[in-house]
């Protein structure tokens, strides 16, 4: 085993004997171009990986890898973000069958499976609270106070939701440290990842984060962070007080199991379909695949439905390109392709655009290509002057040329059929 790895793994401090004996007991072995609010608890990662995607063009209606959401991660508010989603009941969902939690109780929960420092600033919700039971403090271990957070919920275990709350985001998109994904003796799923609070990295606060599916449709998410607040806090520490052992431990814990007995299951979530006329992701990815010019050596790339993006290298450094394929988009048609569109012979309206990129990548361009068809098929494709939108840019210019990008666009590999 890496150094690097004992590291990961490495039992700094103990989270002391309830919540050794607790891991012992319970070893159970995020595509839109639209730009996210901040999620909170077990959305966040889903806010992260659409944010993360968002370039200049904010008007896109489909959001694919997740929904955006607001309010803060560390819970408090009126209680309607993210968090509650999961937790609140759901059409067909089963009664909890257990009694209900005050805040109080669920706050002393997350207390006794802390090492035993300093606690302040605590905060959260009850079972029956309408945001679902969350709890919240900062920690001081005598190495700098650190906000540390819990959420428990209910979801389809077998859902499109756990699924992507249990995925490693892509790299290209949310950069991290590190992310594991494991399957527990008991059958529950399991992912830790070591990130950042800004993907861009402009301020140096580090976001770790736990998130646990059991198989009867609970979740468990834990965030902390190495500064006392999830955002405008100065960093206090290296790193988040908890390592990624005892991260896991503290998600595992059977002392969670009262909260998720209070709760409603989550109703089983509908088979999702693609919209009228959509195109799944492996279409489109193969698609503009097909369309590069010759020099744009693909390095990565991934689709999902309605969207799709690569990296290429032509040689002269990395340049992301994406697509959004989207029917039915006539409602945008004079919000962005009015007065200054190009139209072509068939009725296509073209936009084209240059602009800063939005996402801290220092230097880093978008060039956009944006068409709306007759049949109201719109089609966007942006390249960037660096291999994300996040970190500085590799060369002067994007790899595909505006002239390339309206032939993407425009391509009749896109129509309805």
């Not at 004992?6 to 639209?34: K, N, Q, W």
């Not at 969902?93 to 300093?118: D, M």
């Not at 990548?361 to 290509?369: C, I, L, P, S, Y």
């Given at each position: 085993?890496?150094?690097?790895?004992?590291?990961?793994?490495?039992f700094?401090?103990?989270?002391?004997?309830?919540?050794r004996?607790?891991?012992?007991?319970?070893t159970?072995?995020?595509?839109?171009?639209?730009?996210?609010?901040?999620?909170?608890?077990?959305?966040?990662?889903?806010?992260?990986?659409?944010?993360?995607?968002?370039?200049?063009?904010?008007?896109?209606?489909?959001?694919?890898?997740?929904?955006?959401?607001?309010?803060?991660?560390?819970?408090?508010?009126?209680?309607?973000?993210?968090?509650?989603?999961?937790?609140?009941?759901?059409?067909?969902?089963?009664?909890?069958?257990?009694?209900?939690?005050?805040?109080?109780?669920?706050?002393?929960?997350?207390?006794?499976?802390?090492?035993?420092r300093?606690?302040?600033?605590?905060?959260?919700?009850?079972?029956?609270?309408?945001?679902?039971?969350?709890?919240?403090?900062?920690?001081?271990?005598?190495?700098?106070?650190?906000?540390?957070?819990?959420?428990?919920?209910?979801?389809?275990?077998?859902?499109?939701?756990?699924?992507?709350?249990?995925?490693?985001?892509?790299?290209?998109?949310?950069?991290?440290?590190?992310?594991?994904?494991?399957?527990?003796?008991?059958?529950?799923?399991?992912?830790?990842?070591?990130?950042?609070e800004?993907?861009d990295?402009?301020?140096d606060?580090?976001?770790?984060?736990?998130?646990?599916?059991?198989?009867?449709?609970?979740?468990?998410?834990?965030?902390?962070?190495?500064?006392?607040?999830?955002?405008?806090?100065?960093?206090?520490?290296?790193?988040?007080?908890?390592?990624?052992?005892?991260?896991?431990?503290l998600?595992t814990?059977?002392?969670?199991?009262?909260?998720?007995?209070?709760?409603?299951?989550?109703?089983?979530?509908?088979?999702?379909?693609?919209?009228?006329?959509?195109?799944?992701?492996?279409?489109?990815?193969?698609?503009?695949?097909?369309?590069?010019?010759?020099?744009?050596?693909?390095?990565?790339?991934?689709?999902?439905?309605?969207?799709?993006?690569?990296?290429?290298?032509?040689?002269?450094?990395?340049s992301?390109?994406?697509?959004?394929?989207?029917?039915?988009?006539?409602?945008?048609?004079?919000?962005?392709?009015?007065?200054?569109?190009?139209?072509?012979?068939?009725?296509?309206?073209?936009?084209?655009?240059?602009?800063?990129?939005e996402?801290?990548?220092?230097?880093?361009?978008?060039?956009?290509?944006?068409?709306?068809?007759?049949?109201?098929?719109r089609?966007?494709?942006?390249?960037?002057?660096?291999?994300?939108?996040?970190?500085?840019?590799?060369?002067?210019?994007?790899?595909?040329?505006?002239?390339?990008?309206?032939?993407?666009?425009?391509?009749?590999?896109?129509?309805?059929k």
């Amino acid at each position: 085993m890496s150094g690097t790895q004992r590291d990961l793994d490495g039992f700094e401090g103990g989270l002391g004997d309830a919540l050794r004996r607790a891991g012992e007991e319970f070893t159970a072995e995020g595509r839109s171009l639209v730009d996210g609010g901040v999620a909170r608890g077990r959305r966040r990662l889903r806010r992260r990986r659409a944010a993360a995607m968002t370039g200049g063009v904010v008007a896109l209606a489909v959001v694919g890898l997740g929904a955006p959401y607001a309010t803060g991660a560390l819970g408090g508010g009126d209680g309607q973000g993210g968090a509650g989603v999961a937790a609140r009941p759901k059409a067909g969902a089963s009664p909890g069958k257990g009694p209900q939690l005050s805040a109080q109780q669920v706050i002393a929960t997350l207390e006794g499976l802390l090492p035993k420092r300093k606690v302040s600033e605590q905060g959260g919700r009850g079972t029956a609270d309408r945001g679902g039971p969350s709890a919240h403090l900062v920690l001081d271990d005598g190495r700098g106070k650190a906000a540390v957070g819990v959420s428990v919920g209910a979801v389809d275990p077998h859902g499109m939701e756990a699924k992507q709350q249990l995925a490693c985001p892509d790299r290209t998109y949310v950069p991290y440290d590190s992310c594991r994904n494991e399957t527990l003796a008991d059958g529950s799923r399991l992912m830790v990842l070591r990130g950042y609070e800004y993907p861009d990295k402009r301020v140096d606060t580090k976001w770790w984060h736990a998130y646990l599916v059991t198989p009867d449709g609970y979740t468990v998410d834990a965030n902390e962070w190495n500064a006392p607040a999830e955002k405008d806090a100065t960093v206090t520490r290296p790193e988040p007080p908890l390592t990624v052992r005892q991260l896991k431990a503290l998600v595992t814990s059977r002392a969670w199991r009262p909260v998720m007995n209070a709760l409603e299951k989550a109703a089983p979530e509908p088979v999702p379909q693609l919209p009228a006329r959509g195109q799944d992701g492996r279409t489109i990815l193969r698609n503009l695949k097909a369309l590069l010019p010759a020099s744009a050596k693909v390095v990565s790339g991934r689709g999902d439905d309605g969207y799709a993006y690569v990296v290429v290298d032509d040689g002269k450094g990395a340049s992301l390109v994406q697509i959004n394929v989207q029917p039915g988009m006539s409602d945008l048609g004079d919000e962005l392709f009015g007065a200054g569109a190009e139209v072509l012979p068939d009725g296509t309206k073209v936009v084209t655009r240059r602009e800063p990129g939005e996402k801290g990548g220092e230097g880093v361009v978008m060039w956009t290509a944006d068409t709306l068809r007759p049949d109201d098929l719109r089609v966007v494709v942006s390249a960037f002057n660096s291999g994300a939108q996040n970190t500085k840019a590799t060369r002067e210019t994007p790899a595909l040329t505006m002239r390339q990008l309206k032939a993407v666009a425009t391509s009749g590999k896109w129509a309805v059929k």
